[in-house]
């Protein structure tokens, strides 16, 4: 969600336009990142930046219309610690249960729900790029967990 006129025509498009114009959009920026890349020294790991032409899935929101939000970000009132509520926020529900009957300790043995989302970093609340990070911060978990 962004608070552009552009961001409310997004909100009346249909779901396989909106797909349309971020794919596009991810074209438009590997391509120029694989030019970059190409005329740089190679001292990095290459790394694959083909996009496909459409995704395997996708969920489009509409965060502008949606009663709950209207597009709203995060916010911190006065008297509130930030930093502890949003910490609190990226807390992931773990599942509790022993891998046998027979052990008796509690130690989560993998996270069942996790949180991303600007609203769950102390880091950088409201932000577009705090919600990216969570999103690599939980696949990370997720990854660890498996």
């Known amino acids: 969600y962004g608070g552009s006129d552009y961001s409310e025509q997004i909100e ?7 797909v349309f114009e971020c794919m596009k959009v991810l074209k438009k ?3 120029k990142a694989i030019k970059a890349r190409d ?5 990095r790991r290459q790394v694959d930046l083909t996009v496909p032409d459409w995704p395997i899935d996708y969920f489009v929101s509409r965060w502008g219309s949606d009663p709950f939000s209207r597009g709203a970000f995060c916010y911190v009132p006065p008297g509130v610690n930030g930093f502890e509520e ?7 529900i773990y599942d509790f249960r022993p891998k046998r ?4 300790n509690e130690k989560p043995n993998r996270p069942l729900i996790m949180f ?16 990216f990070e969570t999103g690599i ?4 978990r997720l990854d660890l967990a498996l």
């Open 29 to 31: 920026i590997c391509s």
């Open 12 to 18: 009346d498009m249909h779901d396989e336009a909106v």
């Open 39 to 43: 005329n740089s020294l190679r001292t």
């Open 137 to 140: 911060r939980e696949a990370y």
């Open 86 to 92: 949003l910490k609190a926020m990226s807390t992931p």
């Open 101 to 104: 009957e027979e052990e008796s």
């Open 116 to 131: 991303a989302g600007e609203a769950t970093t102390p880091y950088h609340p409201s932000t577009i790029h705090g919600a």
